[in-house]
Structures are given as C-alpha cells and as structure tokens.
C-alpha cells in the first residue's frame, strides 16, 4: 500500500506526496488535486489543515488480476516513461531510462494506475452564472487573472522548475517590495527634487517680466495723462467736457489692458504650476512658489493720472488631488516597483528551494546588508 503525505492549500486544493520518496530524501511531489479527487484517489483524511509530515494511508487496492512487473515503460499522452518496483510494492515511475534521481515522476500502487495519472484529465471549470468564457481555466474571470497573475510573477527561468508548493509568508512579500522600492526610489526621488526648482526659477522669471510690462504700461498712461493735460492749458480747454471724457476713456482702456496682461500671465503661470503637479503628485507640490500675478489699476488722481497695485495675484493656482493625485513619476515607480518585487519574489522562491532552511531572516539580513543578489 502506497503511503502519502499531504498539504492542504487555497481554493480547496491538495498537494500529495509520496511518504517513500520523502524518506529517501526526494520531494516526492505527486500532484494537486481538489479535496474529493485526494479523498477518492489518494485517501486523503480531511481536516482543516495537514501538515506535509502527516501521513495518511491510501485504501487498500483492489488486488491484480496479473502479477506487477519488474520494471518496464509504457507510453501515456503521447510520452515514453519508464518504472521500477518500489520499496513499498508499488511501482516508481521516471521520464527517462536511466531511472536515476532527477528523472523521478512520481509513484503509483501499479502501471495502470501510474498510466492513468499521466493521461491527460479534461478540466473541471467552476460553475458560472451564466454565459461564461470557453477558454477559462477555472469559470470564474476573478480567479483566471489572479492565477495568471501568479504564474506571471512565479514562472522561473527556462530549465529551472519551483515547487509548486513552495510559498512566501507576506512578511518577506513585503521586505522585498520594500527592497525594490529602495532600489528605484534614488534615481525617482532625482526626478521629483529637480520640478519644484524649476518650476520656482520659471516663476520668479515670469513675474519679473509680468511687472516689468505692467510698470512700462503705467509709465505710458501717466506720461500721456501729462501731455494731454498741459496741451489742454495752452489751448484753454482745461475744464472742457471733452477732455474730461477723452482722459476716462484713457483710463478704461489702460485698465483693460492691464487686466487683459494679467489674465495671460496668471493662465501661464497656472498652467505650468498643474503640469508640475501632474507629475510629481499633489503631496509633492508643497515646495511650489507660484508667481504673484497682482493687479494694476489706472486712476486719474494727481496732476498725471495715478496707477495703484491691486495685491493678490496668486489665487490662479490651487493643488487639486482629486485630478492630478500620486502623479506620474510616483506612479511609475510604484509600477516598476512592483514588477521588480515579483522578480525578488521568483528569485528568493529559487533560493528557498535550494536551501529549505532559509527563513525570513536570512533574507532581511541580505536585503540590510545588501547583499541580496551578489
């Protein structure tokens, strides 16, 4: 009688192992089935969880009509494979000739049973709601990308095989995307520390030129004032109504413009202080200094017409997290992150298989002491 261990995984899984294999020193990794197919096949117990020592005996076979060979092959999904009889009077099966340790399928009570768990198996999908994708490997959309997702981050290189039952504990899912945010985070942090001063720099430089152009324009307007109010007392039409009515006009077009030169600027200026924040995020547009784009305003007080500043001037541009939120440039490390924490995570799964006493702590002291992948 074949002898199993088993663990009980996610999503009403099993993983089987041959107890002979194990004490041999060998993975004796069979296969993973539902919980019935286990119970049905393998006599699986059932319990909440089993752990991979605990071993549990398979009911007893019903006895052959013909006596078990020796050794032999047999073919099976379109494969040669090759057996030997095993320690515990069943048969153990390799997928070449030589036998020898790395060639190891698996075990079974006898050649038929081994033929029929080589033989390819038509898949049991999950029942749907309704509708349903025929090329869905478990029914349910949800749980094809998680698994997709899974392989994804979990395939190894070409020649190299995982365990299927070899997991990592969240903590050291953390530390290594924790490791790849530390890898990437200099050269993104580079980034972010370059906008704020260049934008402060185009700032200063546009409000320069924006009072600047306002103060010319005031000088202009004075100086015409001036010279339309002497011209007036050489010719005496000093209190005429229409001087009076040319001066206002010159007045509300002078306050025209100078609205008309804010409204440009402040638009500049908000513009390139939203595309700042577009890339660096809103918690990163603390450090912007925006330009202040204060008013102008034209009066004919005095004996040449009088320009006051109107203050204000920086309310053209308020941080808005709900449109520009985390940014471009943190969202892109964030995306990068990610992937390269799968990556991590592929390696230390190669690393734990090689050395199954590897423990979260050898791998916090490689990622302090940077050694992780030398």
């Keep these: ?29 069979v296969a993973t089935v539902p919980v019935a197919q286990a119970q049905s096949q393998y006599g699986y117990g059932g319990g909440t969880s089993y752990a991979p020592t605990r071993v549990e005996q398979q009911a007893t ?15 099976a999904n379109g494969k040669t494979y090759y057996y030997r009889p095993s320690d515990s009077g069943g048969v153990w099966v390799y997928d070449n000739p030589s036998m020898s340790g790395n060639a190891f399928v698996g075990s079974a009570d006898n050649v038929a049973a081994a033929q029929t768990k080589l033989a390819p198996q038509a898949p049991q999908p999950t029942p749907q709601s309704g509708g349903g994708n025929p090329n869905s490997k478990t029914g349910n959309a949800d749980l094809d990308a998680m698994g997709n997702a899974i392989i ?43 906008i704020a001063p260049d934008l402060n720099r185009a700032m200063a430089g546009m409000q320069i030129k924006y009072d600047t ?3 010319n324009a005031a000088l202009a307007f004075r100086n015409s004032i001036a010279s339309s109010r002497e011209n007036a007392a050489e010719s005496g039409t000093t209190f005429s109504g229409l001087r009076g009515l040319n001066e206002q006009n010159a007045v509300d077009v002078q306050n025209r413009n100078f609205a008309n030169l804010q409204a440009q600027t ?23 200094q925006p330009a202040t784009i204060g008013g102008y305003n034209a009066s004919l007080g005095g004996a040449r017409g009088t320009v006051d500043t109107t203050g204000g001037g920086t309310g053209y541009y308020t941080p808005n997290a709900s449109l520009y939120g985390m940014g471009q440039i ?15 995570q592929t390696r230390e799964l190669q690393r734990r298989q090689l050395n199954p006493t590897r423990t979260l702590a050898d791998l916090t002291g490689q990622i302090s002491g940077n050694t992780l992948n030398t």
């Design 1 to 29: 009688m074949a002898k199993y261990t088993f663990q009980q995984g996610a999503g009403g899984m099993v993983s089987v192992f041959d107890a002979n294999e194990q004490a041999q020193g060998r993975t004796g990794y």
């Design 61 to 75: 076979p019903t006895p052959q009509s013909t006596p078990q060979a020796s050794s032999g092959s047999f073919t």
């Design 152 to 194: 994804k981050a979990t395939t190894p290189p070409p020649g190299q095989t995982i365990n299927p039952n070899l997991q990592l504990d969240p903590q050291s899912v953390q530390a290594l995307f924790d490791y790849a945010k530390t890898q990437l985070h200099p050269q993104f942090q580079q980034q972010l520390n370059a």
């Design 213 to 215: 152009e306002q103060k």
């Design 266 to 288: 402040q638009l500049q200026a908000g513009n390139l202080a939203r595309e700042a924040e577009r890339q660096v995020g809103t918690a990163n547009a603390g450090g912007f």
């Design 330 to 344: 943190p969202l892109t490390e964030q995306t990068q992150a990610q992937q390269l924490s799968q990556q991590e």
